[in-house]
């Protein structure tokens, strides 16, 4: 398995990751305290979108690295891979 993400790309998914990690974590306090189910939602949406975030930039980086490499390689198997992942993200 491949993985090469740039240092920038990197950062940005890692940040987003993080960042999630710990509405999650917060979410769970909110359960815990009781707390207004709609609050715990809007919550939950917006830890959701920063793991959609971070996939996407994780998936940016494949497209522009190993995407790009395997295309030079005459491999082209790394599409497949790609088209069922999106296929997963759309829900397909």
Do not use: P, W
């Not at 390689?73 to 296929?87: F, G, L, R, T």
């Amino acid at each position: 398995m491949e993985v090469l993400l740039l240092d920038k790309n990197q950062e940005v998914a890692v940040h987003n990751l993080k960042t999630a990690r710990g509405q999650i974590d917060g979410i769970l306090k909110m359960i815990e305290d009781e707390r207004y189910c709609i609050d715990i939602s809007n919550q939950i949406i917006s830890a959701q979108s920063l793991l959609k975030k971070a996939n996407l930039t994780i998936l940016k980086n494949h497209l522009n690295s190993c995407i790009k490499n395997s295309f030079k390689d005459d491999e082209y198997e790394k599409i497949e891979e790609v088209s069922k992942i999106i296929e997963r993200i759309i829900g397909k």
